[in-house]
């Protein structure tokens, strides 16, 4: 990736020099943890490319790979779960043509991701489509949102 | 002159339904109205926090010359006649309004954390100080020593509400007595539970609340510094808690010499990252100082060497929001509310089956059957309750029959279970035991951080024979094994997250031990869940040939000619219930 690295050290030797902020500096940026990026600041800051590597797939937060310019997050917290989570996830990866290993779809339009909880579990099932909230989600629901995503892409 | 106050809710689940476009809705429907100005009226509009019942949103208060309506399911259309006829007229839209079962899920509660969620504004300081904020603060810096603060919260009997239930009053005490030159204040608010909101809405819906508990901490233990660590999937409640924290800078209750006392404090925000085992105290302070969340053995307890060797105090932002109200209070007003060891109220994030689901505030001690039954309106659809899950990942689940069971930390744990940070999710007839432990251990499985054996290893063997036992693979001898090694992991992991891990699995066997059997025995799942014991077929007399199963199998098992039979092709078959789901006329059977 062809991107300065030298505000990112400025940042982060000005702050705590604290590699979790680092990180999320480079993801807000990016969208991704590149790879190249993070041999670049190794080398510059003097610190092994596996503790960042070390940090970065220890929380879910960071991504490794470039994601989907829609995010689709599904939540499969217990309030979700018990509502029917799993089948909504299952409709969209057919939807999306995605699996759990290769969560981004071809085109690299979509990535669906799975969280946690997302704290409005009393409107379960719960999906958030670029970070917005849907709530009582159906497998037919998403179905259609997913639908009109798609179609606002080819217009 | 009328004098009137529109409050929208704005908490996650007033946001999730729409809130702000019925925020917006009210506020151009008010500007029409006051073009026109036939009527004197003024007017204030309020964002609050969580109103409680989620599953009515959005909840919108209308109070007019003092007296309070409340209206349910509000969609931005209704502003308009809510408008004309009520804020203007003075007449409410009767049929709009919240019905008994709304009345019925406020009348047992008491609010104590909760008390100033939806009345005060979360973004505005001088709204919580109108309701009697931050006059705890002035009490303590101005006429209290730390040992009497120290004293009044031990005599409270608050209890952290973060999980382990440890007396809060003795923890601050520990750290107050070490001698440093710097010392720390955390609040934790990582809210690992998935399936739980009291901490988000705490921290949307009365910041100020949070951060007023936290300076009151700070003096007592003397510590100069505090961090919120925060989940990253809460960015209102962090940008909520910024505006907070600029808010009481501007004010003076945070800074040097905080009113004129000599005593000062900052606090910083920490984004937490995504890690269930961050919420542990020893893995978040590893978090913070920006290392992989792993947890460290205890002790030494953060207390004596915390963030970065200091002595540090973590508590949860429940167990700090309630401390302001006890200053105010008193410690006895507090503990008389719950029983002998478990004082004070608790929030409960209500969801699942029930038909109220929400927020709900209740004395410790309260009965589940008055939770379920009356607070939670019963069980929706009509189905039978079967257990609640209380406790989370690290909870157990309490079966039917214990319904009148008190939930505080001594009874829920006699029977298996933990009142743990305040999940509660019903379970109805048609949510298979095994299925649901199965659930929590694929959770705590794939959040273990690996740095401990027991958990790392143990708790993937559990999975997988939870798994067989679910495909209808599972031997006899299996639910032994999962006794012990349940017992082995709980007795010989690091942390909590392994301590607590196989807690679903065993409370499950020790309840439901007929559901595991019939799984392992007949190879069926009584509830209908687990995919792989199940077969679907067509049934002859009821299908109608309309074709919805055929386009609905992904897997292209259906067969069959428009209007005539469809059939299903066991060996195509995947299994995903989606020809059952799209089926009009029952013709799927799902045995
Ligand atoms: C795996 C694990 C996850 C935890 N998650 C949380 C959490 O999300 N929020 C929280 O307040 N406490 C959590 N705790 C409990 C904390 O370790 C700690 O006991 C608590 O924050 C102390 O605050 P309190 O005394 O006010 O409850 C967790 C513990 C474990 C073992
Ligand atoms: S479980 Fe999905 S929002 Fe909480």
Known sequence: MNIDIQPFIDRYRAADGNIITLLQDIQHECGYIPEDVVFALSDALDIPASSFFGVATFYTQFHLHPRGKTIVTACCGTACHVKGAERIIQAAERELGVTEEHPTSEDGQFTLERVACLGTCSLAPVVLLNGEVHAKMSPDKLRREILRFKEAIHD | ?591
């Not at chain 2, 006829?85 to 406020?106: N, R």
């Not at chain 2, 009365?206 to 003096?219: C, F, K, Q, S």
């Not at chain 2, 693979?473 to 032994?480: A, H, I, P, T, V």
């Open chain 2, 1 to 591: 002159m009328t004098e009137t106050i529109i409050r929208v809710c704005m908490g996650p689940g007033g946001i999730a339904a729409g809130g702000a476009d019925v925020l917006a809705a009210f506020q151009s429907g008010l500007a029409d109205a006051q073009v026109s100005a036939t009527i004197e009226n003024r007017c204030t509009m309020h964002k609050v926090g969580c109103l409680g019942l989620c599953a009515k949103d959005v909840l919108v208060d209308i109070i007019r010359n003092g007296d309070k309506k409340t209206y349910e399911l509000v969609t931005p259309d209704m502003a308009g006649r809510i408008i004309t006829e009520h804020v203007i007229g003075g007449t409410p839209v009767a049929e709009w309004l919240v019905k008994d079962d709304y009345h019925a899920f406020h009348a047992k509660q008491v609010k104590v954390v909760l008390s100033d969620c939806g009345a005060v504004d979360p973004e505005s300081i001088d709204s919580y100080i109108a309701a009697g904020g931050y006059a705890a603060v002035r009490a303590v810096l101005t006429s209290m020593t730390r040992k009497d603060v120290i004293d009044l919260i031990k005599n409270s009997g608050l209890r952290g509400r973060g999980g382990a239930g440890f007396p809060t009053g003795v923890k601050w005490e520990n750290c107050s007595n070490v001698d440093a030159d710097t010392k720390y204040i955390i609040c934790n608010a990582d809210e690992g539970d998935p399936g739980a909101f009291m901490d988000r809405a705490a921290l949307e819906g009365n910041p100020h609340a949070v951060l007023e508990g936290m300076l009151i901490g700070a003096y007592a233990i003397g510590a100069r510094i505090g961090y919120v660590y925060v989940r990253a999937e809460y960015p209102l409640a962090v940008e909520r808690l910024n505006l907070a924290i600029r808010q009481a800078a501007e004010h003076g209750f945070l800074g040097e010499n905080i009113l004129g006392s000599g005593f000062g404090f900052t606090l910083r925000i920490k984004l937490g990252a995504g890690a269930f085992v961050c919420g542990e105290e020893t893995a978040l302070i590893a978090s913070i100082e920006g290392e992989r969340g792993m947890p460290r053995p205890k002790p030494p307890f953060p207390v004596y060497k915390g963030l970065w060797g200091k002595p540090t105090v973590i508590n949860n932002v429940e167990t700090l929001a309630n401390v302001p109200y006890i200053i105010r209070n008193g410690a006895d007003w507090f503990a008389s509310y719950g029983t002998e060891k478990s004082k004070g109220t608790k929030v409960f994030s209500l969801t699942g089956k029930v038909r109220n689901t929400g927020l709900i505030e209740v004395p410790m001690g309260i009965t589940l059957r008055e939770i379920i039954h009356e607070i939670g309106g019963g069980i929706e659809n009509g189905r039978r309750f079967k257990a609640v899950q209380t406790g989370g990942p690290s909870g157990g689940c309490i079966p039917a029959s214990m319904i009148d069971l008190n939930v505080d930390y001594e009874s829920l744990s006699k029977a298996g279970s933990i009142v743990g940070s305040g999940g509660m999710i019903v379970l109805d007839e048609d949510d298979c035991m095994v299925s649901v432990a199965k659930y929590f251990l694929q959770f705590t499985q794939a959040e273990s951080c690996g740095k401990c054996v027991p958990c790392r290893v143990g708790t993937k063997r559990l999975l997988e024979i939870m798994e067989r036992i679910t495909n209808g693979n599972g031997q006899e001898s299996d639910l032994d094994l999962l006794v012990k090694l349940g017992n082995d992991i709980r007795q010989t992991s690091l942390c909590g997250l392994g301590m607590t891990a196989p807690n679903p699995v065993l409370s499950t066997i020790k309840y439901f031990r007929d559901e595991y059997e019939a799984h392992i025995r007949d190879k069926k799942c009584p509830a209908k869940v687990c995919k792989n014991l199940l077969t679907f077929s067509v049934i002859a007399a009821a299908c109608k040939g309309c074709g919805a199963c055929l386009r609905a199998c992904p897997a292209g098992a259906v067969s069959g000619e428009k209007k005539k039979l469809h059939t299903i092709d066991q060996t195509r078959c995947v299994k995903c219930g989606a020809c059952f789901d799209a089926c009009k006329f029952k013709a799927i059977a799902k045995d």
